[in-house]
């Protein structure tokens, strides 16, 4: 369990004062939450825990690094960038805080990346220096080649060299003393993170200071984030969720992470009991996988109270809310601006929904024209903010793309929904993953929806693939209780009485597992080639 000082009481935060001030930058918040509690527990990992004051230590020691090796490189402060490829890891807090107390932008790269993806990423970012660890090493390209001057290993560096690359190792880092500042302004350029690139080549998102700050607290105060709570967070921190989401809204409020390198489905549970972890977050996977584990007297006997969870199941929520003893929520938004739906306090969410939007931004369901649509139709989602510096700033070295979605004076956000009459904001699924079929839109999630309930059936993933008369044929993927049998014929026959013609898929494929992404996203690329047994139903 995590330790608050008595005398601090149990919502000793930043919260309050952040919202009401709207304005500030990471370095800012986590000094005075140093401050503050500089006793309380922020992290925990493979056994060791630091309190926020030596957190910040250690960050001050990686900033004293990174103004002396921009110093020695004769650059200016804006002009000096440090990139991250680390692991979920307490070197990567204070790599990631230690860049942005010291003034200089962060760069958060997606550690499973590795080749020529990796090199392309490095050499658009910027940066001069790069952090990473000695089981990484095997990944990197030609250092030289894409600008790095100096590698920092987060581990000893074993004699570890590279011809015209300077290496620092983590012995260095422990001697130096902390220096900290100037601090940049809550407007300024924090971070570059890089988009998934499933519709193409990754997108390089301008973060400032003030969204990580400002929708941190959003989501502490949505959710009642308190100075007790301990986040159980295997999400990367190389991505918005883990850095937003769950890292800035602890440290508005004194709470704590735990870290794990990825979700652990046989050791969740420990982990949880070991940590004392009362928040946890995921996606549908990570609901399912957790509901289908065997069922004991125990289950609502731990210490999690509520869960950050996308797409939350319907089918299961309520079960599994009454089953762990656990509350779930959506929310809503994405890398260029978060959040835009939350939860609201003391209301209970509908099933599906997001939630309704946050108090930063204006949140409004349009048509194909851009016009807005009435309650329960469904649209593409846009929005806008507003106060100043709560979204991205835009695509570096990509004026077009940025552009291009500002239409009309709202953010286009390529996704489709609905807004309720009370306002209630649901996700049906990005519009590129709509199906173009014989003229008419399907929706893969409203199609997912649909087969998901064959008893048969665990797990469902809708996708358009080319057709040879134009547009596209519907395939679906399913993974299947193993203690089921499906038969064609009557698949056949549960999609005739369950959904319109020109829904029917036409493919379907079987497989044991979906291949996911780092955060648990199934990668709909991976799915458009068959692996394994595919049915072909037309016509039927």
């Not at 938004?333 to 969410?349: D, F, I, K, N």
């Amino acid at each position: 369990m995590r330790d608050v000082p008595e005398d601090q009481g149990l919502r000793v935060n930043l919260l309050e004062s952040l919202v009401a001030r709207s304005r500030a930058s990471t370095p800012e918040i986590f000094e005075a939450r140093a401050a503050q509690t500089p006793g309380a527990l922020f992290v925990m990992h493979e056994g060791r825990r630091w309190t926020y004051a030596e957190a910040w230590c250690a960050i001050g020691q990686y900033a004293a690094l990174f103004t002396d090796l921009r110093e020695k490189s004769g650059l200016e402060r804006d002009g000096f960038r440090v990139a991250s490829f680390l692991s979920n890891r307490p070197e990567s807090l204070w790599c990631w805080f230690g860049a942005h107390a010291s003034g200089h932008v962060y760069v958060s790269l997606n550690r499973s990346h590795k080749g020529e993806l990796l090199a392309d990423l490095l050499g658009r970012s910027g940066a001069k220096v790069l952090v990473t660890e000695v089981s990484a090493l095997d990944a990197l390209p030609d250092l030289n080649a894409v600008g790095i001057e100096t590698l920092v290993l987060c581990d000893p560096a074993n004699g570890w060299r590279t011809d015209g690359v300077r290496v620092v190792a983590s012995d260095d880092l422990v001697r130096r003393a902390p220096r900290y500042g100037p601090y940049p302004a809550p407007s300024d350029l924090a971070t570059i993170m890089f988009t998934s690139g499933t519709t193409g080549r990754s997108k390089a998102v301008r973060i400032p200071h003030n969204m990580l700050c400002r929708g941190g607290a959003r989501v502490a105060e949505a959710f009642d984030f308190r100075a007790t709570d301990v986040v159980h967070l295997w999400m990367p921190l190389f991505h918005i969720a883990g850095q937003l989401h769950q890292t800035m809204a602890m440290v508005v409020v004194g709470g704590a992470l735990a870290l794990y390198p990825t979700f652990s489905a046989s050791q969740f549970w420990d982990q949880v009991r070991d940590s004392g972890a009362t928040v946890f977050g995921g996606l549908p996977n990570v609901i399912n996988i957790l509901w289908k584990q065997k069922q004991t007297p125990n289950d609502a006997r731990t210490t999690l109270r509520i869960g950050l969870v996308g797409m939350i199941p319907s089918e299961i929520h309520r079960a599994f809310e009454q089953r762990f003893g656990v509350r779930l929520c959506d929310t809503y938004g994405m890398t260029e601006m978060e959040p835009l739906t939350l939860p609201v306090a003391g209301v209970e969410m509908p099933l599906n929904s997001c939630g309704r939007a946050g108090a930063d931004f204006e949140v409004i369901i349009v048509d194909d024209e851009g016009l807005p649509v009435p309650c329960g139709e469904n649209g593409e989602i846009v929005a806008r903010p507003r106060v100043p510096d709560v979204m991205m700033q835009g695509y570096e070295g990509d004026d077009g793309a940025t552009v291009a979605l500002w239409r009309n004076l709202w953010w286009h956000t390529g996704d489709l929904g609905y807004r309720d009459e009370n306002g209630f904001f649901y996700v049906l699924g990005r519009k590129k993953h709509m199906i173009r079929r014989r003229g008419e839109n399907i929706s893969a999630w409203e199609l997912e929806s649909i087969i998901v309930k064959h008893p048969a059936v665990d797990e469902c993933v809708a996708l358009g693939v080319p057709s040879p008369l134009g547009e596209e044929d519907v395939k679906v993927v399913l993974v299947l209780n193993p203690e089921a049998h499906l038969d064609r014929d009557e698949f056949c026959e549960f999609c005739v009485s369950h959904m319109a013609s020109f829904m029917r898929p036409r493919f379907v494929e079987f497989r044991d597992v979906f291949p996911l992404n780092d955060v648990g996203k199934v990668d709909k690329l991976e799915l458009v080639d068959p692996v394994g047994e595919q049915w072909d139903l037309d016509p039927y």
